[in-house]
């Protein structure tokens, strides 16, 4: 098939048009606002059907792996004076934009319809459609940026993600607290981004364009080779000003503390922000600009960031006693996981791991949202998201009992789930690059620690809410028992069914070959082998196509990848990255039985008291619980240590200097100036040159008028004295 505006452009344009129309509706209320429900929810529906199709098309269709859909259109051209200035646009789609394009829409689905249970109190306060028109045109950016074939796009829906964030975050805009968190998660991710922009400024200026294909065309055309700016290559210098832009949307260290304050927005939309949207965006974008990575010898800086992220999150989390906190904290980690993927050169598995994370942590936050909606305190008329106030929850909250379970195995890496099989990779390719050199032991060993935490706070968290008797009776005994329903419970099972790693990875334990058969070219494990690193030499002979133009390449002229098990190593080689792999395998079952085997000794079986390790590292647990003062150095240190007092000396030099001296020195200045060009023009051009003139002219007049009198008597006197003078003289 081929692929036109009409069969891509939907996927976008659903839920912007819905985001559009529900602008006027939902600020009518009553049946309006539930008509602007309903059409934002068969908006992502209908989109969902788009990104099947080309999920099916592309993943399990006749398509090569390697091939890709690249259509382009010139949104404006200011060609003209020798000069040429032509700015492109257009659609970039391959194996990880179909995976992506799927996993957004499904999970924002469920999303959408787990909302019209979570947010039905707020119809009361008319603002329910707010959410749904914030929530269309989020879900609208973060498809439109899957599918954008350029930086420069990417940026433009990358900065609309950046907006509804700060809207939806501070949705209760009422409460001072959201208010500031919705600011803070605006400006800090500003940081990364503007240091995007100028990324993709210098690429333009060195290739002409900023479209992938043609960076990977450039790439392997060596118009990077030698090229630098102030010293640095410029590759180095522009892949590490656009992964900058990943540290600020995917909340890596140190401009991560936005992301822990996003969960004051309502709950479905940290799903959204958490899982399928703005934080994912970060590390699909470092995924497209892999090769520039590479190229700019970024991979060890990247691993750090990753590894420092993955570990210091997973820290923080153990202290945490808000239901939410954990589940924001624990997003950070493991997206410093992925970022860690793309480190060691883990490409496929830091993008599984995007996906499985999408869904179990979409999952889990719902799930959060069901339990926080059930508990009420009467005295303060708050919803209760205290663990210490929780406990023996599964006996009323079933069916969210199962599913958070199911995502709590996931994502703590236990065998059959696929956590396991996304983070395992991640790890095990960690471990082959600590067998290459000592330096990548620390960003390796940072995972693996984290690994272990995650397991460890994740079930803190279980047996705390859901297992041993309730802490608060009363809390307990006004708790909502559950009864099934299909916008509250129906998202989560669906969600949980999808947190097994068979579909990932194929086989029940995610280390074999996946069974799915290929009728053409035998086996092959789909995930594993059909989402491959941009092979730059493809590109070289790139040939555009316009959104007019059918696309004519062979569909199928490459075969579909075959799994490889040397890797496409020499044999001894591919046989030592397998032993490694199988250690770090057996390494990362063992760590997380071993973290949920001490947190059931503290929190299920009472068998070691936590107040003992509390007590024991006091200092440390104060740091953790301040999140190691992250935002004290923010605050007290840059903002009030160092920009504040820089603002208030630009402020002195500005009105005690510059206003002073400048403007109001150049103001006497001018009153001088003023004077002496008055003086000036009163005495030499009014008096001497204007009047003066008119003087020598009245002077002048009246001695020729005297010469030239027309009286004869006075010519015959003038002529004497002539001849009386000319005798005199001789």
Not at 181 to 190: D, L, Q, V
Not at 201 to 208: D, E, F, Q, R
Not at 440 to 464: D, E, K, Q, S, V
Request: glycine share 8%.
């Amino acid at each position: 098939m081929d692929y036109t505006i009409s069969s891509v452009a939907p996927i976008v344009l659903l839920p912007f048009f819905a985001f559009v129309i529900n602008a006027f509706l939902a600020r009518k209320g009553g049946k309006a606002t539930v008509a602007a429900v309903f059409l934002s929810c068969a908006a992502i529906v209908g989109s969902s059907f788009y990104a099947i199709k080309i999920f099916k098309d592309f993943v399990f269709g006749n398509y090569a792996a390697d091939y890709y859909i690249h259509k382009v259109f010139t949104w404006f051209d200011l060609t003209g004076g020798g000069q040429e200035f032509a700015v492109n646009m257009g659609i970039y789609i391959d194996n990880m934009a179909a995976v992506m394009l799927l996993m957004v829409t499904v999970v924002a689905t469920m999303i959408h319809i787990f909302s019209t249970y979570y947010m039905h109190h707020d119809m009361h306060y008319g603002r329910n459609g707010r959410f749904f028109v914030y929530m269309s045109l989020f879900t609208s950016a973060m498809l439109g940026l899957v599918l954008s074939d350029n930086l420069f796009s990417v940026f433009i829906f990358w900065e609309l993600m950046g907006f509804c964030s700060y809207s939806l975050i501070g949705f209760y805009y009422e409460k001072e607290k959201t208010g500031n968190a919705s600011i803070k998660a605006f400006m800090t991710t500003r940081i990364g981004d503007v240091f995007f922009l100028l990324g993709i400024v210098a690429l333009w200026t060195h290739i002409g364009s900023v479209s992938f294909v043609d960076l990977y065309a450039a790439i392997a055309n060596g118009l990077f080779d030698g090229a630098s700016v102030l010293g640095i290559p410029l590759a180095t210098f522009i892949a590490v000003c656009i992964f900058l832009g990943t540290i600020g949307k995917s909340a890596q260290f140190p401009l991560n503390v936005w992301l822990p304050d996003a969960m004051n927005g309502p709950t479905p939309c940290s799903a959204l922000i958490h899982a399928a949207t703005m934080v994912a965006a970060g590390v699909y974008l470092s995924l497209r600009i892999y090769p520039l990575i590479e190229l700019g010898n970024l991979n060890y800086f990247v691993a750090c960031i990753g590894g420092i992220t993955a570990l210091g999150a997973a820290t923080i989390a153990l202290v945490q006693t808000d239901f939410k906190a954990v589940l924001a904290f624990s997003t950070i980690s493991q997206l410093g996981y992925m970022v860690l993927g793309v480190g060691v050169g883990s490409y496929n598995a830091a993008f599984m791991h995007l996906i499985t994370h999408a869904i179990f942590k979409a999952c889990l936050f719902l799930a959060a949202g069901s339990v926080i909606h059930s508990l009420h305190d009467h005295h303060t008329h708050e919803h209760v998201q205290e663990m210490p106030r929780m406990g023996g929850l599964r006996h009323k909250m079933k069916f969210t009992w199962f599913a958070m379970w199911c995502c709590t195995l996931a994502i703590a890496g236990v065998p059959f789930f696929s956590g396991f099989v996304s983070k395992d990779r991640i790890l095990g390719d960690a471990l082959v690059m600590a067998t290459h050199g000592p330096k990548w032991i620390i960003p390796t060993a940072l995972g693996f620690i984290g690994a272990f935490l995650t397991a460890f706070y994740m079930c803190r968290m279980m047996f705390l809410a859901f297992h041993g008797k309730p802490r608060d009776k009363e809390v307990y005994d006004h708790c909502h028992e559950e009864h099934f329903s299909w916008n509250r419970n129906l998202p989560l099972l669906f969600l949980s069914v999808f947190t097994l790693g068979v579909w990932f990875a194929g086989s029940l334990t995610g280390q074999g070959l996946v069974k799915v058969a290929d009728p053409h070219h035998g086996k092959y494990e789909w995930f594993q082998t059909l989402i491959q690193k941009p092979v730059v030499s493809k590109f070289v002979s790139l040939q555009k196509e316009p959104f007019s133009q059918l696309d004519t390449r062979v569909k199928n002229s490459a075969e579909k990848s075959q799994y490889d098990h040397t890797y496409g190593l020499p044999e001894d080689e591919a046989h030592h990255v397998h032993h490694v792999h199988q250690i770090g395998a057996i390494a990362s079952i063992f760590i997380a039985l071993g973290g949920i085997f001490v947190a059931a000794m503290m929190y299920l079986w009472n068998k070691w008291n936590p107040g003992f390790w509390v007590n024991t590292f006091n200092r440390y647990y104060r740091t953790l619980q301040n999140k190691y003062y992250m935002d004290d150095l923010y605050i007290k240190g840059f903002i009030q240590g160092m920009l504040l007092p820089f603002n208030n000396l630009l402020s002195r030099f500005d009105m005690g200097f510059y206003d002073k001296y400048v403007v109001d020195g150049w103001a006497v200045v001018t009153r001088y100036l003023m004077n002496v060009s008055k003086w000036f023009d009163n005495l030499f051009v009014d008096t001497i040159m204007v009047d003066g003139t008119g003087a020598s002219v009245r002077f002048f007049n009246v001695i020729l008028r005297t010469i030239q009198s027309g009286k004869i008597q006075f010519y015959i006197i003038m002529i004497v004295l002539v001849i009386f003078g000319y005798i005199l003289a001789l």
